[in-house]
């Protein structure tokens, strides 16, 4: 079993739509989950941080972490062209040392205007 | 310059050339990483150095070679690569401390073609 899986996609959504994305993981030692987007040609950059269970929102987005399901989630309401991106999440273990990030495959989003 | 940058943006190279990544973080981090992102697949980490030591190396082969003189610099020296080692290849870094570990921002990568 892998470690995180996310289904790669691509998704395609018209602009307005609410995009909805996922990972599950297998590792229970993970604390800190993270969404990443990446644009064509660019590095990843850092959109969502969370620690533990619960959501978290940052105005068009909202992460969601459920640690009895292991499994995470990002919505993004009011989709704009400008959303299309990869997605990858990640996520770590807690404790001074423990700074290895577990990736997904990332999952590509296209908002058609 | 701010975050973490990288040169050069575009590699191109053969089999038998000797060449290195550049990687530098103005964040004040401690912690610096290689990872190798290839289509289709998880970003895959090669090295992490933490305090300038190296702590880990994820059974990279040997033709891959780190190095990071101070808290802000990395390199990645490339020797005799093969094709399957086109990827596109992204710096990393990170404050980490006795509490725990802050996420990692990446630098926009080096886009490697081995020919």
């Known amino acids: 079993q892998k470690e995180v899986e996310q289904d790669p996609g691509p998704l395609s959504v018209p602009e307005g739509a609410i995009v909805s994305l996922n990972c599950t993981y297998s590792?229970?030692?993970?604390?800190?989950f993270m969404w990443y987007r990446q644009y064509s040609r660019k590095g990843p950059e850092l959109l969502m941080y969370?620690?533990?269970?619960g959501n978290k929102e940052d105005g068009r987005f909202t992460a969601q972490v459920d640690k009895s399901s292991k499994y995470i989630s990002l919505f993004i309401r009011d989709s704009q062209p400008s959303d299309s991106a990869t997605y990858l999440c990640a996520m770590s273990a807690a404790g001074y040392g423990n700074n290895r990030l577990a990736f997904g495959k990332g999952n590509q989003v296209v908002v058609i205007p | 310059e701010t975050g973490v940058t990288q040169t050069p943006r575009h590699l191109v190279m053969g089999m038998t050339n000797k060449k290195s990544l550049k990687c530098e973080q103005h964040?004040?981090?401690?912690?610096m990483y290689w990872y190798k992102q290839s289509a289709k697949k998880p970003l895959e980490l090669m090295f992490v150095?933490?305090?300038?030591?190296?702590?880990e190396n994820n059974s990279v082969p040997s033709r891959f070679s780190p190095e990071c003189p101070n808290s802000s610099h990395l390199f990645l020296h490339l020797h005799t690569l093969q094709p399957e080692d086109s990827a596109l290849y992204l710096c990393a870094s990170s404050q980490e401390d006795r509490g725990g570990t802050d996420t990692q921002y990446f630098g926009p990568g080096t886009r490697l073609t081995v020919l």
């Open positions: 964040l004040g981090h401690n912690a």
């Open positions: 150095y933490n305090f300038k030591e190296q702590t």
């Open positions: 969370t620690y533990s269970s």
């Open positions: 590792n229970s030692a993970f604390q800190y």
